[in-house]
């Protein structure tokens, strides 16, 4: 059983920036592509950002585009989504989930989003106006 943990969310006004990172316990992400997904309440969880596993290649909702960044870093096996101009609408649960494959679907479609085969607990992000 993969264990995904997720870290960095917190309460940050309008404007301001946070970096939340994603590990795994006991497995290394470095072989597999990573994506970033946030839900709110009554909403289904929804991918905004990915990044592939040998090209690192990376892929991100219209939404996230500009302003959020995947990145990888191989030597602490984390993959990090830095976030910028935060607004309220930004205000998630944010997830990062691996389906085992080594390439991200660049739609970040729902199917894609459904296959994924772990998942962490998630890291609330509040934005505050």
């Known amino acids: 059983q993969v264990q995904l943990v997720e870290s960095g969310g917190r309460l940050v006004q309008a404007g301001g920036s946070l970096r939340l990172a994603c590990d795994a316990e006991?497995?290394?992400?470095?072989?597999?592509?990573v994506g970033w997904f946030r839900q709110v309440p009554g909403k289904e969880r929804v991918g905004i950002a990915c990044?592939?596993?040998?090209?690192?290649?990376?892929f991100y909702t219209d939404s996230v585009k500009g302003r959020f960044t995947i990145s990888r870093d191989k030597s602490t096996k984390t993959v990090y989504l830095q976030m910028d101009s935060l607004t309220p609408e930004d205000t998630a649960r944010y997830y990062c989930?691996?389906?085992?494959?080594?390439?991200?679907?660049?739609?970040?479609?729902?199917?894609w989003g459904n296959g994924m085969r772990y998942w962490g607990a998630g890291t609330a992000v509040t934005v505050s106006s």
């Open positions: 006991d497995f290394t992400l470095d072989y597999w592509a």
């Open positions: 990044i592939n596993s040998r090209d690192d290649n990376t």
């Open positions: 989930g691996i389906d085992l494959t080594e390439v991200c679907q660049p739609t970040l479609d729902a199917a």
